[in-house]
């Protein structure tokens, strides 16, 4: 190469930098593929990274550009003075959100394992401390709240966490462009964190999880990438119609504040008769005998449940800290088993309305600081996403499972419920697969108050019902 090529090499690439610095730029200078990629909204941005990134756009050296910078724009830490530079409001309503605060979930798990009350008010995963309950939840279940940090710029369904308003609001990570961001929320940025627990987004695709040390689990050739066995099941109609989870939950539901909502079943707004209002209307004038069941009673074709579950505390190991993001000492051990999916029990809410109930803990609980293992039963409604054609008769007015006796034989005898369980009694007297019992004097503990299992005259009234 010629003295006269790099001269002219050296002089194009310098007026190529004055001419970005005086667009007001220099990040430029080094970031060129990441000016295209934007989505309208945020065109603006491809000559304005501070707005969203920091750092300094004025500087010559690295140094000095990435002084203050924000590598991931979006985590709740810094959402205030990047989003919500345009978007305040919203990153207000995030920031209180159940999403980032988990209140439901602290809430009902304080209550449940430690016993006794709890202020409502401040049950949240930022106020967790280190008793047997929280403990639980710092080192098991807060990694999926939306205050966790986002460390790299890829997406992974099934093992995604956290990331704040980037967690939803990037759908790719393309290697030669910008990411663009977009209200388009796509159903593999709701799956990582709702692929457990309730495993809505599973259902919702057809897919149950089911146990690996059973013969069918063995067996089950679906894996999901982080090695749980699924087998498949029908899926939601409107999953197969194309409906994404953002056609029902919009903005009201994903970012209701916790002011508002304490637990997620408040905070959902969407509603079966806000598109199938005809067939509500007439549902209700043709058929008052069932004028108490949510739509999804009669329509969810299966719900995913599990009835064992031990939990035991090992002050002697360490384990990861969602909070503290760091290994601290103690773990939880958990054994999971017996998987279900199946059509659930009946059960009352707080509304008088009858709906599905799954176990939320049939569990035995271990700590050094008590003096016995606890045992703790309790049932959650849910809506399992598993809408399809209507349930039989028999499948309700003849099944021991829908009234929350479990498996067995059942029968009214001279208005008397019979019934004879399949399932080993444990140590409250109700078998292991049980909610109550046929008079209601054992069981019956649900997640939230003004919850209960059928009551034995709703049982008698329901196996008294004609098929013929």
Same mark, same amino acid.
């Given at each position: 190469?010629?003295?006269?090529?790099?001269?002219?090499?050296?002089?194009?690439?310098?007026?190529?930098?004055?001419?970005?610095?005086?667009?007001?730029?220099?990040?430029?200078?080094?970031?060129?593929?990441?000016?295209?990629?934007?989505?309208?909204?945020?065109?603006?941005?491809?000559?304005?990274?501070?707005?969203?990134?920091?750092?300094?756009?004025?500087?010559?050296?690295?140094?000095?550009?990435?002084?203050?910078?924000?590598?991931?724009?979006?985590?709740?830490?810094?959402?205030?003075?990047?989003?919500?530079?345009?978007?305040?409001?919203?990153?207000?309503?995030?920031?209180?959100?159940?999403?980032?605060?988990?209140?439901?979930?602290?809430?009902?798990?304080?209550?449940?394992?430690?016993?006794?009350?709890?202020?409502?008010?401040?049950?949240?995963?930022?106020?967790?401390?280190?008793?047997?309950?929280?403990?639980?939840?710092?080192?098991?279940?807060?990694?999926?709240?939306?205050?966790?940090?986002?460390?790299?710029?890829?997406?992974?369904?099934?093992?995604?966490?956290?990331?704040?308003?980037?967690?939803?609001?990037?759908?790719?990570?393309?290697?030669?462009?910008?990411?663009?961001?977009?209200?388009?929320?796509?159903?593999?940025?709701?799956?990582?964190?709702?692929?457990?627990?309730?495993?809505?987004?599973?259902?919702?695709?057809?897919?149950?999880?089911?146990?690996?040390?059973?013969?069918?689990?063995?067996?089950?050739?679906?894996?999901?990438?982080?090695?749980?066995?699924?087998?498949?099941?029908?899926?939601?109609?409107?999953?197969?119609?194309?409906?994404?989870?953002?056609?029902?939950?919009?903005?009201?539901?994903?970012?209701?504040?916790?002011?508002?909502?304490?637990?997620?079943?408040?905070?959902?707004?969407?509603?079966?008769?806000?598109?199938?209002?005809?067939?509500?209307?007439?549902?209700?004038?043709?058929?008052?005998?069932?004028?108490?069941?949510?739509?999804?009673?009669?329509?969810?074709?299966? !719900?995913?449940? =599990?009835? &064992? $579950? #031990?939990?035991?505390?090992? /002050?002697?190991?360490?384990?990861?800290?969602? %909070?503290?993001?760091?290994?601290?000492?103690?773990?939880?051990?958990?054994?999971?088993?017996?998987?279900?999916?199946?059509?659930?029990?009946?059960?009352?809410?707080?509304?008088?309305?009858?709906?599905?109930?799954?176990?939320?803990?049939?569990?035995?609980?271990?700590?050094?600081?008590?003096?016995?293992?606890?045992?703790?039963?309790?049932?959650?409604?849910?809506?399992?996403?598993?809408?399809?054609? !209507?349930?039989? =008769?028999? &499948? $309700? #007015?003849?099944?021991?499972? /829908?009234?929350?006796?479990?498996?067995?034989? %059942?029968?009214?005898?001279?208005?008397?419920?019979?019934?004879?369980?399949?399932?080993?009694?444990?140590?409250?007297?109700?078998?292991?697969?049980?909610?109550?019992?046929?008079?209601?004097?054992?069981?019956?503990?649900?997640?939230?108050?003004?919850?209960?299992?059928?009551?034995?005259?709703?049982?008698?009234?329901?196996?008294?019902?004609?098929?013929?």
């Amino acid at each position: 190469m010629t003295c006269r090529t790099l001269l002219f090499l050296s002089f194009a690439i310098g007026a190529i930098a004055c001419w970005q610095s005086a667009n007001g730029n220099t990040c430029n200078d080094c970031h060129i593929a990441q000016r295209t990629g934007f989505a309208a909204a945020h065109a603006f941005a491809a000559n304005g990274c501070t707005v969203c990134h920091g750092g300094n756009d004025q500087s010559r050296s690295q140094e000095g550009s990435h002084a203050g910078m924000r590598g991931f724009p979006g985590l709740l830490d810094n959402a205030e003075q990047s989003c919500g530079s345009c978007h305040a409001d919203k990153v207000a309503s995030v920031a209180d959100s159940l999403m980032n605060t988990g209140h439901g979930m602290v809430d009902v798990t304080r209550q449940l394992v430690d016993g006794g009350s709890t202020s409502t008010a401040h049950a949240s995963l930022q106020s967790l401390g280190h008793g047997p309950a929280d403990s639980m939840l710092r080192k098991l279940c807060a990694s999926c709240h939306l205050g966790q940090d986002k460390t790299a710029h890829d997406l992974d369904p099934v093992n995604d966490r956290g990331g704040g308003c980037l967690a939803c609001h990037i759908n790719s990570y393309p290697e030669q462009q910008h990411p663009a961001l977009t209200r388009d929320v796509s159903d593999a940025r709701c799956f990582g964190c709702h692929s457990r627990s309730a495993r809505i987004s599973l259902s919702y695709a057809g897919l149950g999880e089911i146990d690996p040390d059973t013969a069918e689990g063995r067996a089950a050739k679906l894996r999901l990438p982080d090695g749980r066995h699924v087998e498949r099941k029908p899926a939601d109609v409107h999953f197969t119609a194309g409906m994404t989870c953002t056609a029902c939950h919009k903005g009201t539901d994903l970012m209701s504040a916790a002011g508002e909502a304490i637990h997620q079943r408040d905070a959902v707004a969407a509603r079966c008769d806000d598109c199938h209002a005809v067939e509500h209307a007439e549902g209700q004038v043709h058929d008052p005998v069932h004028g108490r069941l949510e739509c999804a009673t009669c329509h969810s074709q299966w !719900a995913p449940q =599990c009835f &064992s $579950c #031990h939990m035991e505390y090992d /002050a002697s190991d360490a384990q990861w800290d969602h %909070i503290e993001h760091r290994e601290t000492p103690g773990r939880w051990h958990e054994q999971r088993g017996d998987f279900r999916n199946e059509p659930g029990a009946l059960g009352v809410s707080e509304n008088d309305r009858i709906e599905l109930f799954v176990p939320g803990m049939i569990m035995t609980v271990a700590h050094p600081d008590w003096d016995e293992e606890k045992f703790v039963r309790a049932f959650a409604p849910i809506s399992p996403h598993t809408i399809g054609p !209507a349930r039989s =008769c028999e &499948s $309700c #007015h003849r099944s021991s499972v /829908a009234l929350g006796l479990g498996e067995g034989t %059942i029968q009214l005898l001279d208005g008397e419920v019979r019934f004879t369980p399949t399932q080993p009694l444990l140590r409250d007297g109700l078998p292991a697969d049980a909610w109550t019992n046929s008079d209601g004097s054992l069981g019956g503990t649900a997640a939230r108050d003004h919850q209960r299992p059928l009551n034995a005259e709703e049982m008698e009234a329901v196996l008294a019902v004609p098929l013929d």
